[in-house]
């Protein structure tokens, strides 16, 4: 019954900026860890941010100081703010959740959204 739904995608030009959300439904365990993960055309995919409500968190180095993760509990949303975006951030974007926060980090993750495709272009 759990259900991950990813949105704000969209196609921009180099150095903009998009917020990307997920809002999450059915989730009945007390611990929840977050996060987002990106697989560009053709490629493996790969995680990008990850967060938790005890405050852990992890960027891969491509975003770091471009990208932030966030949470709004009273909405049950998790946030992806991507700035400055690159050729190379062009990808679909899912959101990932799991009740351990090591599965985030091993890409080992319970549950997905469906995606949300980020073009940027150069």
């Known amino acids: 019954q759990v259900r991950l739904v990813e949105s704000g995608g969209d196609s921009v030009k180099a150095g903009g900026s998009l917020t990307l959300s997920c809002v999450v439904s059915?989730?009945?365990?007390?611990?929840?860890?977050m996060g987002w993960f990106r697989q560009p055309p053709g490629k493996q995919r790969e995680r990008v941010a990850v967060?938790?409500?005890?405050?852990?968190?992890d960027y891969i180095d491509s975003v770091k100081g471009r990208f932030t993760i966030s949470q709004d509990s009273a909405k049950n949303t998790v946030y992806l703010q991507m700035n400055s975006l690159k050729p190379e951030d062009t990808a679909i974007y899912y959101c990932?959740?799991?009740?351990?926060?090591?599965?985030?980090?091993?890409?080992?993750?319970?549950?997905w959204g469906q995606g949300t495709q980020v073009t940027v272009s150069s």
């Open positions: 059915g989730w009945t365990a007390r611990e929840r860890s």
């Open positions: 990932a959740a799991d009740r351990l926060f090591s599965r985030l980090m091993t890409g080992k993750v319970t549950y």
């Open positions: 967060y938790t409500q005890y405050g852990n968190a």
